[in-house]
């Protein structure tokens, strides 16, 4: 598979992800592409405006086992992997090309969520170093990141979020019996606020 197959793949993974789509579920716009990855082009409402927005995950292998979701361990599912440099440079074809003007970037966990972290960021870096990539990026968190890495994120992206998939450790564990609660989820949501309001409230 060339980064292009994985991309129309994990496109199609990716439609369980909600992003910024302003088009009903199912409806995604059709960029005129070599080869069809509509699957993976969604309208979004940035604050840049209504952008075509590629969505994708870097990886759809997951070591996880939460239960509501397609990607987690032992689930007989053909999975795709794209390396950071093999995405970012694909998206840079596809922006130059008119087709996206922005990326959703998440990922299933691999190697833990520190190392599936540092793979994002490694995306996020190329496209604003290398690639000089200037428009709408948002990353996932993900469960486990460090403080370091979610205040990076928050550097190189105009929009960070985190998947809480359950409002108390005790409901989470009956949906994602390896995911903590607080320590996972909870604390890097709380860095997330602490570094925006440290950023909002410095003096101009
Ligand atoms: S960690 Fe994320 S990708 Fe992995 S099984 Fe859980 S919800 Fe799915």
Redesign the pocket.
């Known amino acids: 598979m060339d980064a292009l197959d994985k991309l129309q793949f994990l496109g199609q993974a990716t439609q369980y992800e909600p992003a910024e789509e302003t088009t009903v579920a199912g409806t995604v716009l059709a960029p005129k592409a070599a080869r069809d990855l509509s699957g993976c082009i969604f309208e979004a409402a940035t604050p840049h405006g209504r952008v075509p927005l590629l969505k994708t995950l870097l990886t759809s292998a ?1 070591e ?3 239960f509501y ?1 397609p ?3 032992g689930r007989d599912f053909r999975r795709a992997t794209l390396k950071p440099d093999e995405l970012a440079q694909t998206f840079d074809a596809m922006h130059r090309a008119g087709l996206v003007k922005g990326l959703f970037l998440s990922s ?2 691999a190697g833990g969520g520190l190392r599936t972290q540092d793979r994002l960021l490694a995306v996020a870096e190329l496209l604003r170093g290398k690639y000089g990539f200037r428009g709408y990026l948002h990353l996932k968190i993900m ?1 486990g990141a460090e403080r370091a890495q979610v205040e990076r994120a928050m550097q190189l992206a105009d929009r960070v979020s985190v ?1 809480l998939e359950a409002p108390n450790g005790e409901r989470l564990a009956r949906l ?1 019996p390896h ?1 903590v609660f607080m320590e996972e989820l909870m604390r890097p949501l709380r860095w997330v606020e602490e570094i925006s309001r440290r950023h909002t409230s410095r003096p101009a």
């Open positions: 997951c996880r086992d939460c979701c990607f987690r361990a299933g966990i469960p998947n994602a995911k």
